[in-house]
């Protein structure tokens, strides 16, 4: 098994500030050079940063080379993308994501799922397509097909007006879609 911590700079955050920025990835392997400007995570991956955790066959991590120190410490812009591929399954934001790949562009906070059976399931809801674009800034969310396969989708209302409905809607961010 291998750990790998990417932590913000130590002289400019606490401690706590350190924690809660981690990424902690676990993996059978790893494939680093600087060279490449990317760390390769190979077998049973397991990645998680707050609360969304990403399970993948393999991971990788491309850094911004111009934010990579000397003594190995990065700052959590120094990630450029993270892409996932084989068996990908994200939990984040109250949703499931599954798809054969997954590629977040940590800048623009685009996360772009696809292959054929890609799926987000989110409480009762859920999209299904061959391509799954996510903005996780704005929430907004396109969904595309094959020529082998329409997009899906599975929306349950929310009942508006019983006041046991109107408080879940307060306490939880649960759906896709608002109706």
Not at 129 to 156: M, P
Request: glycine share 6%; hydrophobic share 35%; net charge positive.
């Amino acid at each position: 098994m291998v750990i790998i911590v990417f932590a913000d700079d130590i002289t400019l955050k606490t401690n706590k500030e350190i924690e809660n920025n981690k990424i902690h990835i676990s993996a059978d392997k790893l494939i680093s050079s600087i060279e490449t400007g990317y760390i390769e995570f190979v077998g049973n991956i397991r990645a998680t940063q707050k609360n969304t955790v990403i399970n993948a066959d393999k991971l990788k991590v491309f850094l911004k080379m111009e934010r990579y120190n000397n003594k190995g410490i990065t700052d959590k812009d120094s990630i450029q993308k993270i892409v996932a591929d084989g068996n990908v399954k994200i939990w984040f934001d109250n949703r499931i994501a599954t798809a054969e790949q997954a590629v977040y562009h940590t800048q623009t906070g685009i996360l772009v799922l696809s292959g054929a059976n890609s799926k987000v399931i989110s409480g009762n809801d859920s999209i299904a397509g061959a391509k799954i674009t996510l903005s996780r800034k704005n929430g907004r969310i396109q969904v595309e097909s094959s020529d082998a396969k329409r997009v899906e989708a599975i929306i349950y209302p929310k009942e508006r007006g019983k006041a046991e409905n109107r408080q879940k809607e307060n306490d939880s961010n649960t759906h896709l879609f608002e109706f």
